[in-house]
């Protein structure tokens, strides 16, 4: 199979619709695949196909479970499977329905046998801090991809943006450098290629690799941003090696999450100290979950059984007592009060009294997150 496939993806619908027929005008032998999951609720999710002169064929394929996303994974393959084996096709554009994340999409593309040349998140610079504001659940705009959707529009935004390796940017006149500077901050390491000034078709086709993407996006190894302060955008990396008490830490959550209009990273709370924890905050909501132990309480037998990006990740941050045990978290907004949140994550740490107790005494400090993390 010769087939190559680019995923575009993206809230911003005008900008990844700009995306894909700048790459059908760009690239000769080229079709789009599309599944409209607004029909979702009339039980069935319709498919196009379209090259640069226009719709190719159409259908519909039922709901699978109730989900419309299930259904676009049940469907994808097969199509994309034809149109290699007919032939004809240099470049399959699989553009992404609204709230669809491309991570999962790309997975499947890869798992199904089949080649993903690239993945691009379109995005107008002058909607990234209202999608980043928004709390509002997907369903409350129509944008839920099953009935048991419960994401929102602003997490849903951030992962999306932070997933590509290329960003398609459109060149919004309501964009000012304020907003470009918070897509450049939230997404550093992004190819930005103007929609009609760059070359959207050699990003489509320069190879991507879906392992490194996920270790990239995974709390132990994320390629987290950097300090950064331009343009009256800030971000802020803040790096510590102490564990945080778990009541302190619980009371200050909701003035931490509204601090920034993103946050993300790794902590280490003091009743829990082999299990490194993940922040991911976006829209006002903070969403913390387990991604299981650090490395450090793992038994010496079990590394060679981690990932190496994960082993190099660990080895950045490694503490000649306590390993890969620490806080790394990273905050990113206009307006951002780098001292005062500064100083509001330092008074959630345990003070040298609690730390000097060890690791018991941690264990049995109260242990204000278990509702948080569903024990």
């Not at 009060?337 to 008074?347: M, T, Y």
Request: hydrophobic share 45%; aromatic share 4%.
């Amino acid at each position: 199979m010769n087939l190559s496939v680019v995923i575009v993806g993206g809230l911003h619908a005008d900008a990844r619709r700009a995306t894909v027929a700048r790459l059908l005008a760009d690239v000769p032998g080229s079709v789009v695949l599309h599944h409209d999951l607004g029909s979702a609720a009339a039980g069935t999710v319709v498919r196009t196909i379209r090259d640069a002169t226009g719709i190719v064929s159409a259908g519909e394929t039922p709901l699978v479970n109730d989900c419309a996303c299930c259904a676009l994974r049940e469907d994808l393959v097969p199509e994309l499977r034809r149109l290699a084996d007919a032939g004809g096709t240099r470049l399959a554009v699989v553009e992404l329905w609204d709230s669809v994340e491309p991570k999962a999409m790309a997975e499947v593309v890869v798992a199904g046998g089949l080649t993903v040349t690239g993945v691009i998140t379109a995005v107008d610079p002058a909607l990234v801090l209202p999608c980043l504001g928004n709390g509002d659940d997907l369903a409350e705009g129509g944008l839920a991809a099953a009935a048991t959707d419960q994401r929102t529009v602003a997490d849903t935004f951030a992962r999306q943006l932070e997933y590509a390796p290329v960003l398609a940017v459109t060149d919004s006149e309501e964009a000012d450098d304020e907003d470009r500077e918070l897509l450049g901050q939230l997404h550093p390491t992004a190819r930005q290629v103007v929609i009609g000034q760059g070359d959207l078709a050699g990003a489509a086709l320069a190879g991507f690799d879906v392992e490194a993407a996920a270790a990239a996006q995974h709390p132990a190894c994320a390629l987290l941003p950097a300090e950064a302060d331009a343009h009256g955008v800030s971000t802020l990396v803040w790096h510590r090696d102490r564990p945080f008490h778990p009541e302190r830490l619980y009371a200050a959550l909701e003035d931490l999450t509204c601090a920034a209009a993103r946050s993300r990273g790794r902590f280490w709370l003091a009743d829990r100290p082999d299990t490194l924890l993940h922040w991911d905050a976006a829209g006002g909501a903070l969403c913390v979950e387990s991604a299981g132990p650090w490395l450090a309480a793992l038994p010496d037998a079990a590394w060679d059984m981690v990932p190496p990006v994960r082993r190099a990740a660990a080895a950045l941050d490694w503490h000649a007592e306590h390993g890969d045990c620490c806080q790394h978290l990273v905050f990113t907004s206009p307006g951002l009060d780098r001292d005062g949140l500064a100083h509001l994550l330092e008074s959630c740490l345990l003070t040298d009294a609690e730390y000097a107790a060890g690791r018991d005494a941690w264990k049995r400090l109260p242990p204000a997150f278990d509702t948080l993390l569903e024990v």
